[in-house]
């Protein structure tokens, strides 16, 4: 394959503990737990997050680090119990010929028991517990109803999904080694959206790189539900701490549409005066969000945010174990996400129709001229006074 074909993801996938951005705290974990686990109980590590952000490269980078061979499997080929024999137990049992230390790596394991699996996860489970040697297993959701045996058996280390700022770096980095030059302001644009997704953001800066006129690419933000779930489990099964309160900092997602989250799935994890006093503060954050709207006390939404998580986290005595699939507000959520948008079209509208001395309603009806109008110069931008939110959606 010529170099230039190569898929940037690989070309530059860390090959040192130093060159993985973003995980130190994964790092240090797992790094403790390679050096531990001849006198450790847990015998495997289940590494977790989303897709994109790092598991398989750091177990790479670290077994790398620690002079570790690795043994990789991927768990979607290991379909039952007798092929988990065939294949993982001789690798478990043979010494490594060119190094001192070996470990077993067991990627995707959310792949296993989605196949009528016959055995696939009990027969991991042995293994672990007969093994000589570390195991690594990676899943883009541990919390998964099928991963709860091995949850039990693993220590737990979860990949969060990395910082815009730092993907952005990573990004002019492998720019500046393919002797490319892209417009800040679109490379930028690739990390934000892609939320977290490090592989996804240099996937999309490799194909943007060639494209004749990368400034006219659009680019789609990535659905990352799993950052909402993650959300909704702190705040409905934990119990509240300081940490609660920042539940939704990392969510991608505009408050009013978390709201719609939380009031769908409430019901799932609560009951009795614990659903009613769940109810009650979240009448709270709509009450502090009318608030807001309507006299433009911006400072209270500390309150509208502690009420839709300590709040709601505190109305529970003894938080709800096991595993809840948390149900998207499909219905809500498209009618919100239409009046959001019609709210946009119409304040646009309305400001241009005062610039220019013509009708709202006819400026509505012509919303689609006036948008390409809109969209190419940026001086009209300015004297409109748009704001970020309307500007996005003329870029659009």
């Known amino acids: 394959m010529k170099s230039k074909d190569i898929p940037w993801v690989e070309k530059y996938r860390p090959k040192n503990i130093d060159s993985v951005k973003g995980q130190e705290d994964a790092v240090t974990k797992l790094r403790r737990f390679l050096a531990t686990h001849k006198i450790s109980k847990k015998k495997a590590v289940l590494l977790h997050g989303g897709p994109g952000i790092g598991k398989t490269t750091l177990a790479h980078a670290v077994a790398r680090g620690l002079d570790y061979e690795i043994f990789e499997l991927n768990a979607s080929d290991l379909r039952n119990k007798k092929e988990m024999q065939e294949t993982l137990k001789p690798a478990l049992q043979q010494k490594s010929l060119l190094k001192e230390n070996k470990l077993i790596l067991i990627d995707e394991a959310d792949g296993v028991s989605g196949m009528k699996d016959r055995g696939g996860i009990s027969e991991i489970l042995n293994l672990i517990s007969t093994t000589k040697y570390p195991i690594i297993i990676t899943a883009n959701d541990a919390y998964s109803k099928k991963l709860s045996a091995l949850r039990k058996k693993a220590e737990l280390i979860e990949l969060e999904n990395i910082d815009y700022k730092i993907i952005n770096s990573i990004l002019f980095e492998i720019l ?33 790189s060639r494209t004749r006129d990368p400034e006219m690419i659009s680019l789609d933000e990535r659905n990352k539900e799993v950052t909402i779930f993650n959300a909704l489990k702190k705040v409905f099964k934990d119990k509240p701490t300081n940490e609660t309160l920042r539940a939704y900092d990392e969510v991608n997602m505009q408050l009013d549409e978390i709201i719609l989250w939380v009031e769908e799935n409430i019901p799932e994890e609560y009951s009795g005066v614990e659903l009613a006093k769940a109810y009650e503060a979240l009448a709270q954050v709509d009450l502090f969000k009318g608030r807001i709207y309507k006299q433009q006390y911006w400072r209270f939404m500390v309150y509208e945010n502690i009420f839709l998580s300590f709040g709601i986290s505190a109305a529970k005595k003894n938080p709800k174990t096991g595993f809840t699939n948390y149900q998207k507000p499909s219905r809500i959520l498209k009618i919100w996400l239409n009046n959001q948008k019609t709210a946009k079209k119409k304040s646009i509208a309305t400001k241009y129709a005062a610039l220019v001395h013509i009708g709202a309603k006819r400026a509505m ?24 939110e309307e500007i996005e959606y003329v870029l659009r």
């Open 365 to 388: 009806q012509d919303f689609y001229l006036i948008k390409k109008i809109i969209k190419s110069n940026n001086k009209i931008q300015k004297q409109l006074k748009l704001s970020e």
């Open 176 to 208: 500046k080694k393919e002797d490319l030059f892209l417009n800040a302001n679109l490379v930028t644009s690739i990390g934000v959206r892609s939320k977290g997704d490090l592989r996804a953001a240099i996937n999309d800066l490799q194909a943007v």
